[in-house]
T-cell receptor, first 113, second 113 residues
Framework: DVKVTQSSRYLVKRTGEKVFLECVQD?????MFWYRQDPGLGLRLIYFSYDVKMKEKGDIPEGYSVSREKKERFSLILESASTNQTSMYLC????????????FGDGTRLSIL | AQTVTQSQPEMSVQEAETVTLSCTYD???????LFWYKQPPSRQMILVIR??????QNATENRFSVNFQKAAKSFSLKISDSQLGDTAMYFC??????????FGAGTRLTVKP
């Protein structure tokens, strides 16, 4: 089975802090994704990566950056956390073949105080 | 841009009965993929069923089936013989060949004993 592991289930940080969310997958997937999930809005794509050191902006990249130094690991960075970034963050991965579904981690519920 | 609409924020069904969740989408693409994901209270998103747009036959997975109407851009999910474990958020998703996936806002389904 595909395993996508997010480093934290719950995280509480303060406004202005730099926050790192980590995601690791064990299926040698080329693609990795970061979403945020908010009630009534579904999942919105923040960034995705289709290869090591490659990244593409999604629909809501403002206030975020990402890092992919190794194929299995994709990090989401909140450069200076703000209260409007309080949300559920989901990581996903998939093979590059166009018909492959995404596999998700358990999510990180991030609260910015 | 592709959009996915789930018009039912919440639904409920009695155990053992059948329920249908609605999803419509908007695209100018001819080749694409559609998915239903389930997110139980434990939060991990799980793939329920998928449909390739070029296939006319509706996909079926055990108690889960879809009604895919390409011309109408409709992709509904039918759950037969509902079980308590089906209680979850259900997300409809659209994906083009480039792995760019778009999600609806979700439908919260409650199965009542």
């Amino acid at each position: 089975d595909v395993k996508v592991t997010q480093s934290s289930r719950y995280l509480v940080k303060r406004t202005g802090e730099k926050v790192f969310l980590e995601c690791v997958q064990d299926m040698d997937h080329e693609n990795m994704f970061w979403y945020r999930q908010d009630p009534g809005l579904g999942l919105r794509l923040i960034y995705f990566s289709y290869d090591v050191k490659m990244k593409e902006k999604g629909d809501i990249p403002e206030g975020y950056s990402v890092s992919r130094e190794k194929k299995e690991r994709f990090s989401l960075i909140l450069e200076s956390a703000s209260t409007n970034q309080t949300s559920m963050y989901l990581c996903a991965s998939s093979f590059v073949s166009g018909d492959q579904p995404q596999h998700f981690g358990d999510g990180t519920r991030l609260s910015i105080l | 841009a592709q959009t996915v609409t789930q018009s039912q924020p919440e639904m409920s069904v009695q155990e053992a009965e059948t329920v249908t969740l609605s999803c419509t989408y908007d695209t100018s693409e001819n080749n694409y993929y559609l998915f239903w994901y389930k997110q139980p209270p434990s939060r991990q998103m799980i793939l329920v069923i998928r449909q390739e747009a070029y296939k006319q036959q509706n996909a079926t997975e055990n108690r889960f089936s879809v009604n895919f109407q390409k011309a109408a851009k409709s992709f509904s999910l039918k759950i037969s013989d509902s079980q308590l474990g089906d209680t979850a958020m259900y997300f409809c998703a659209f994906m083009r060949n480039n792995n760019d996936m778009r999600f609806g806002a979700g439908t919260r389904l409650t199965v009542k004993p």
